[in-house]
């Protein structure tokens, strides 16, 4: 809603674009709000990126899929999305493609860990491979120095009531994590 997916996003792209030989490409799940909804929620105008559809992921060779989280589950308008892919899961098209994950949370507790437990059965049941980013990003894991979303399943922010932007550690680790998927997606397609 207030674009820290989509920075995230972002980063993660740069990062999987520095792996020679993968291309990245941006998509959005559509809105399920009205957009006087979202007018009175002080949402912005979202970016322009393109609306994915079921029918576009047999395509991908891998996905790293961002969503904020309510109430510690991924929202309601991705988890649409995913409820859109039934034909998919009865053909198993996603099965043996690797699958990572990346969020962002009103606050510290606001259920970065359970979100990505949840978002998991998704890519369970297509028979996707999950690729959490694990402590790889080294030191910037366990900073203790200020705070920052992300764990070991993967990158995220805080967003506070929005105004808190991503900071840079936490761009640090998605950008980590766009490398890191790429590289095990390219050496799972090998």
């Known amino acids: 809603m207030y674009g820290h997916v989509a920075r995230l996003a972002e980063e993660i792209k740069k990062g999987a674009d520095s792996v020679e030989g993968v291309e990245a490409t941006l998509w959005q799940v559509s809105e399920t709000l009205p957009e006087e909804v979202l007018g009175k929620m002080g949402a912005p105008t979202k970016k322009d990126i393109p609306i994915i559809t079921a029918a576009d992921l047999p395509a991908a060779d891998g996905y790293i899929f961002g969503f904020p989280t309510r109430f510690g589950m ?35 507790g606001g259920g970065q860990e359970t979100t990505a437990l949840t978002a998991i059965t998704q890519l369970t049941h297509h028979g996707m491979i999950f690729v959490p980013v694990g402590c790889t990003y080294g030191r910037g894991m366990f900073e203790m120095g200020e705070v920052r ?25 998605a950008f980590h994590q766009g490398k890191y998927f790429a590289a095990v997606a390219k050496k799972l397609k090998a």
């Open 74 to 108: 991924m929202a309601a308008q991705f988890k649409s999305f995913f409820d859109s892919t039934g034909g998919l899961w009865r053909t198993q098209a996603l099965a043996g493609k690797p699958a990572g994950i990346f969020l962002s949370t009103g606050s510290q």
């Open 149 to 173: 979303g992300g764990s070991p399943y993967g990158a995220g922010t805080l967003a506070g009531d929005g105004s808190r932007q991503p900071t840079k550690l936490e761009l640090g680790l």
